[in-house]
């Protein structure tokens, strides 16, 4: 059901009531220091989670030198993007997630091509571009659903 409050009711313009809480709470118009840490490091747990995937099917080692090595291009473009987009000011923002990761695909890409002398086969820039989608996007998606499970426009306080 969606809310039956009008958008000009005291209930959705003064966030004391129970109903604007409970969005606070979730953080998904927040810009809470605790909402941006945790969102940073969703962001950095998702690239290298894609990182430590890729290097398993490449029989390439899971040392965390390794990992390192190959995440690097792709968390500078993360940090380089958080901050270039203003990502921190509404981290579970839909534009703020779609920038996080056009961001830090474009931007890592380049990187490690230019930068780490390192291999960009199309192959691999298709998969980055859908895997890093679903990861930094998805944990987003989860984010904003709230606690209950529902969109936060559904639910009743």
Excluded: C
């Excluded at 990502?87 to 961001?103: D, F, K, N, S």
């Excluded at 291999?119 to 984010?143: K, P, Q, S």
């Amino acid at each position: 059901m969606i809310d039956a409050d009008p958008p000009s009711s005291p209930e959705t313009t003064n966030p004391t009531t129970p109903n604007e809480k409970s969005r606070f709470a979730t953080g998904r118009n927040s810009t809470s220091p605790r909402v941006v840490a945790w969102s940073l490091v969703a962001d950095v747990v998702s690239v290298l989670v894609f990182v430590t995937i890729g290097r398993r099917n490449h029989d390439e080692g899971l040392t965390p030198g390794g990992i390192i090595e190959t995440a690097a291009p792709f968390l500078a473009a993360l940090a380089s993007t958080w901050l270039i987009a203003l990502v921190w000011r509404r981290p579970l923002g839909i534009r703020e997630g779609v920038a996080t990761w056009i961001g830090t695909v474009a931007l890592g890409m380049a990187l490690r091509r230019f930068v780490f002398d390192e291999g960009t086969a199309t192959a691999f820039v298709i998969v980055a571009t859908v895997f890093l989608a679903a990861l930094l996007n998805g944990w987003r998606a989860l984010a904003r659903r709230g606690p209950s499970g529902l969109p936060e426009t559904t639910r009743h306080p």
